[in-house]
């Protein structure tokens, strides 16, 4: 079968300005989380991914429905009858996760089946399980089914192990209609938290402390419908930036919050790029030549975010020195270097840590994405290579970014899509 395929000839410094997409990673969890509301809600900005549409269609599959148009999810739940998320979506994308908790809060019960797939290395579902069941949720198996099932949702003290991003969401919306207050610590503080927050206090929520390590929900009886617009996304920002710098060009990326972005920021600034910030405006211009960064280390917000891991080597490739780089949040998130490699990149790679020797530059080569962000990272290689790359697997792609060849072409760069 003919698969969809990048062709990207490397070389044009890319100049111009990006108005970044809403963000995926609040789009989708705010999607499930519109579930909790008895009347409609209005999305803006909500980016057009086949993410999205995954997340769409679980809604009209438990009877809710879900119009998508021009940006816009518009989301009723009036008709909603089942509480159980078909395994073909569960397969599809592993964010079907984020029902877990809005399913519960709504209907008290919720039938699921394991994520699939191990695009990172293993992805369990014991902590989202966990706290559930500190909730009053009852979970037994049945199969390859998961059944979860409460006499009434109440709240509960909550310490997480690990500031899970899911988890905390998870906990937050099946919150926010359990009796009583439920406190949350060692949470997850990214910006996709405090943006879900905001939706949901604007649905008649009472969430305090979102953005901070202690998350307090006081369980309220109902949630309203409301308009709202979904924040930019900080992980395409960061993929604009690099694919500027990775070119030696000069780009501007608007419509994002540099507060929420900036271990990223402080990274760039350390290979030898220039910033100007103004507003929700960030502008750099490449380093030339660009420099090494000394130890990179990804982190739990506010430090620098694993999703931007790969597209920040496929920069550091050719950065004049030799950059660490070290992911310490998801366990098999280097399948990029070996396509790096092909290109001519220098990296070795040693259990979590990656050392990446720079090159003068990379060439044009065969490529095959493996996972979203790493597509994306070699999408950024391969517009600061020279020559021609064809880069498969474009469907880890579409999952996360909106029109993503026409936003290269839109800089200047030459990025064709092509059934091959
Ligand atoms: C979210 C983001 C993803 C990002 C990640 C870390 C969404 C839709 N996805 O994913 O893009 O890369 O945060 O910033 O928002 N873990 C467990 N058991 C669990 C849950 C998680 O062991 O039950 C582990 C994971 O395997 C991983 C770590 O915790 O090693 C972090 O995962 P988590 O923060 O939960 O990431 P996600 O919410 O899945």
């Given at each position: 079968m003919a698969e969809q395929t990048l062709k990207i000839t490397g070389g044009q410094p890319l100049h111009g300005e990006v108005c970044v997409q809403g963000a995926k990673n609040s789009a989708l969890p705010m999607m499930a989380a519109a579930?909790?509301?008895k009347d409609a809600c209005v999305l803006h900005?909500?980016?057009?991914l086949t993410d999205v549409w995954a997340a769409s269609r679980i809604l009209n599959s438990l009877g809710c429905s879900c119009v998508l148009r021009d940006g816009q999810a518009e989301i009723r739940t009036d008709g909603i009858h089942s509480f159980e998320i078909p395994d073909e979506d569960m397969r599809r994308m592993r964010?079907?996760?984020?029902f877990l908790g809005p399913i519960l809060g709504r209907m008290g019960a919720c039938t699921l089946t394991m994520p699939g797939g191990c695009e990172l290395g293993p992805r369990p579902i014991d902590l989202h399980l966990d706290a559930m069941r500190k909730m009053g949720v009852h979970i037994s198996e049945q199969g390859s089914r998961i059944l979860c099932r409460a006499e009434g949702l109440h709240g509960a003290r909550i310490t997480l192990p690990f500031p899970s991003v899911g988890v905390s969401e998870n906990v937050m919306m099946a919150a926010v209609l359990a009796k009583g207050e439920t406190v949350l610590t060692n949470a997850a503080r990214e910006p996709e938290i405090v943006d879900i927050a905001n939706f949901l206090n604007q649905c008649g929520a009472q969430i305090h402390?979102?953005?901070?390590s202690t998350i307090c929900i006081q369980g309220v009886k109902g949630l309203h419908g409301t308009s709202y617009t979904v924040m930019a996304d900080r992980i395409a920002a960061i993929t604009w930036m690099c694919a500027a710098a990775a070119t030696g060009g000069r780009i501007t990326v608007s419509g994002v919050n540099p507060a929420d972005l900036e271990a990223a920021l402080a990274a760039m600034e350390s290979a030898g790029c220039q910033l100007g910030i103004s507003g929700n405006r960030i502008y750099l211009d490449a380093g030339r030549p660009l420099r090494a960064v000394r130890y990179l280390r990804t982190m739990p917000?506010?430090?620098?975010p694993t999703d931007g891991q790969a597209i920040m080597m496929a920069v550091l490739a050719c950065a004049e020195g030799t950059s660490v780089i070290e992911e310490?949040?998801?366990?098999?998130?280097?399948?990029?270097v070996g396509e790096l490699l092909r290109m001519g990149a220098r990296i070795r790679i040693s259990g979590h840590t990656a050392v990446v020797h720079g090159v003068s530059h990379l060439h044009g080569a065969e490529l095959s994405a493996m996972d979203l962000r790493g597509g994306a990272a070699l999408a950024v290689a391969a517009v600061g290579a020279q020559g021609e790359t064809l880069l498969h697997g474009l469907h880890h792609i579409d999952r996360g970014y909106e029109n993503f060849a026409e936003t290269f072409n839109s800089l200047g760069g030459k990025v064709q899509r092509i059934l091959f």
């Open positions: 579930m909790l509301c900005n909500v980016p057009q964010s079907s996760i984020m402390g979102a953005g901070e917000h506010p430090g620098f310490t949040i998801f366990e098999s998130r280097f399948m990029h």
